[in-house]
């Protein structure tokens, strides 16, 4: 009999019961109830509701039913067989069987699993003889660990422990092919969901150092020494009691978290993103302070708790490799004694035990190692890591000497492995000991939607990034090869984020740091002026390149004048491009390595020469001529002269000058109240461009009514040129990405965006912009929206000459461009330069822009006014 949902009434009665039961372990799980303790018993939950349908398939199979009992065994295996099953978990089941009854075994195996699903459970099921199991395990790295977690259930405890003796067995002679097979595919795990630890949206369940690294622990447990219990692996003197303490606390913290976001999902849901961090943060109790967030403090603690877990692992895995007598021979009969202490060999370094007794108590020891390292290019050897690291948590003070001084910045001079080095050192919390300030950006978030990792590896990412900066062969490796001693950049590299997690400016904190640091290290007071000069300013040459006009001669001058030397600039230019790379994938593209380094010659040119104002006159006026050339017999005509005379610099420095001319020369017959546009995709920048000619009379708002017809549709606005030509012409151009996209734009696609920006000039009234607001808004439970960045408007009326620059710092979605530059028109200003993109710390949109008579804007009161009105606008739309 089934009822109308088609389902048995037994099986609807266990899939109410499931749902109630998830319901009890909601309510107990808001109530506070330990992690481990809600899916141990959302997994008894599941056994018994198990157990009754297996019951009643076997009422239901009658005699036939009866007789398979003692050939059977239920077998729970993965998460489930673990026993820590989250609300919404698959649930791993094994019908094991003996040889030679599959035929009989089928009518079960098939209403078995169909009732388990169609109580709600997502299954996962097999059925198989002993020998089949173990068969396939020894194929499938992914079916051995599910198996090594197996328990027992129901049915015959004979057939399940033939069948588990025999895995157990077959497993510890496979020992070493299996433990390299389940790290090969665990690496490869991490790699397609978070390879480092202090990503920002991490899985908790596969992410490193989450719940998988803690189950890795278990299966090479099982498989080496043929136990998976922490606990067991302790009293075996396998594991330390505080390793043990320590992954017993990271899996209740992420079985918790884990836990809410399924309850919070109401489906199987492990990835910790922005909205859940701050939700879950303030549900679990976290309190924030002037400069910390409460989500911070969550994610402080998780990763900690991974980042921990991550290490003691991989500890546990390299210990339980099978050292073969082969590579133990060839090792020792290679190795030559290093310092009396240490002995190098083919692939690593390691410490005699008089050297292991200095490397406990003495920072110089520690040091030297690490620098030999990076001298030999060899790995230090796992026992010498691990005496360090004991050494390093249970020891309460260790003097930095001089000596230990000279030895890290010795360290610091070497490119190397240097990054690698610094990370070891940071994990075994040597590094702190010599800038303490390490200490507190520890596992710190950086709580914005571009950094991807918290400021300590952000850190070290960037000391990585300058090192690799050697094998680059273009200007940027020329700068870094050039530079003769090293050591105050990477230094720099290393320390210029640890001011982020105070209430003031990060780069002045910085700032302060540094010299505390150049003061611990004994730097002098040329190496301590530059590397302050670089942290507080770590962010001054990126700025400039994508915030302001950097054809404008006085820009460069300005900036020249403040690095002040060669060398300065080449570790800025160095240091910036490592910067913004370690942001996250992707960040550092092509565009604005073409940007920073064009500002980088630029500024040397500036340096370099004995007038440097008089260099970037002479250099406008040869681009001049330059152009007067390409058009041959036309640069004659007093038409082209004009042109070319009053051309701005964006004009002048565009890559393409034949494009340009081309562009130009369609515009000298044009007819006013027309317009031509044109579109192309760049390759190399991954863009398109469209560019806009017209007469400045076509439409008042002309600007702001490209930006419309652009966003609408569905354009990013990455960059923009407004572009004044002789005799009232215009040529602006909009450099976008296109959403409805993938890779380069079809030609229709391009030839529809022209046709309708042409269309937006000739016809304002019927072509009114039209696209929906997409701010990106995150909401909790209530409805009510969490924190965005704010909104910000910064005048700056020294950069440039001519010109008052507003810097406006907004969450940039489709459509703050047209709001913006609407404003700024019924303010009666002319926009004359715009800049659009997304930097290291908050998106940007600037705009160089003057009166309606060209004139710069200098009232008080018409400032003020200019900046209400700008962030009245942006948040009203938002």
Known sequence: MKTDSGLHPNILAIRERLAKGRERLRAQHDAGSPGIQVCTRMTDLIDTLVLEIYESVIRELGPRGKELEGKIALV??????????????????????????????????????QYIVDAGMTLGFSTRTPAQACSMAFKDVKIHTSLIESRYLTGSVRL???????????????????????????????????????????????????LREIQLFRWIGFVRHGESSPTTLMRMDLMS???????????????????????????EQDILDRSEQFRIAKKFGYEGSEAILPVEGLMRDYFNFTGEVRYRVSNFVATSRNKSVISTFFGRLFAHKVGGDYLVGPVH??????????????????????????????????????EIRQAMTSEKELPLSD?????????????????????????????ERIIPSMSHARCLLQFNEYHKYTVDEHSIRTVENVTDTIHDPGPLGDAYRSLRDKRVLHLAALIHDLGKGFTEDHSVVGAELSLETSAVLGLNSRETETLRFLVYRHLLMSHLAQRRDINDPEVVFQFAAEVGSPDVLKMLFVLTCADIGAVGPGTFNDWKKELLTELYHRTMRQISDDSPSMTQKAQLQRRREKMLDQLGPDGEDP????QVGAMPPNCLYYADSERLLEQIGELKELEKGNAIAWGRYIPERNVT????????????????????????????????????????????????????????????????????LVKAL??????????????????????????????????????????????????????????????????????????????????????????????????????????????????EEA
């Open 639 to 642: 038409w082209w002269q004009e």
């Open 762 to 875: 000739r016809f304002p009234e019927d072509n009114k912009p039209n696209f929906s607001k997409k701010w990106g808004e995150l909401e909790d439970d209530d409805g009510e929206a969490l924190p965005r960045m704010p909104t910000q408007v910064k005048i700056d009326n020294t950069t440039a000459e001519q010109h008052t620059i507003i810097d406006i710092f907004a969450n940039d979605q489709l459509g703050l461009l047209y709001v913006i530059t609407r404003t700024l028109f019924a303010l009666e200003l002319s926009v004359c330069l715009a800049k659009i993109g997304t930097y290291l710390d908050q998106v940007v949109d600037v705009f160089y822009v003057t009166d309606l008579n060209g004139n710069k804007l200098v009232d008080d009161a018409q400032l003020d006014r200019i900046r209400e009105e700008l962030l009245k606008a942006i948040d």
């Open 403 to 431: 000596e230990a001084r000279e030895e890290f910045l010795s360290l610091m001079g070497q490119p190397g492995r240097l990054g690698s080095i610094l990370r070891r050192l940071h994990q075994l919390r040597v590094l």
């Open 76 to 113: 729970p295996h993965g998460g489930f067989g673990r026993r820590d099953v989250a609300p919404y978990s698959d649930v791993d089941l094994m019908l094991l069987h003996r040889h030679g009854i599959q035929d009989e075994v089928q009518p079960l195996a098939k209403l078995l699993s």
């Open 689 to 756: 461009e469209y560019t806009v000619g017209t007469h400045e009379s076509i439409s008042p708002g002309l600007f702001y009514t490209l930006t419309g017809s652009v966003s609408s549709k569905q354009l990013q606005i990455l960059s923009a040129e407004i572009n004044t030509l002789a005799h009232g012409l215009v040529l602006d151009r909009f450099y976008v990405h296109d959403s409805n996209q993938k890779g380069e734009p079809s030609v229709d696609r391009i030839d529809d965006v022209a046709r309708d």
């Open 241 to 267: 009691p505080d390793d043990r303490n320590l992954l017993r606390r990271a899996k209740e913290f992420l079985l918790r978290t884990r836990n809410e976001l399924h309850f919070h999902a109401g489906k």
């Open 349 to 386: 370094i390691a410490a005699t035990k008089t050297g292991i007794a200095k490397l406990k108590t003495d920072l110089t020891e520690i040091l030297r190692l690490m620098k030999m390292a990076l001298l030999y290019d060899r790995r230090v050897e796992h026992d010498t890591w691990m």
């Open 160 to 210: 399940f422990s033939k069948f588990f003796s025999k895995f157990k067995t077959d497993t510890s002679r496979r020992a070493d092919r299996m433990i390299e097979d389940i790290s090969v595919a665990r690496r490869s795990e991490r790699s397609r969901f978070g390879e480092s630890v202090y990503l920002l949206k991490p899985n908790v369940k596969r992410s490193r150092g989450a």
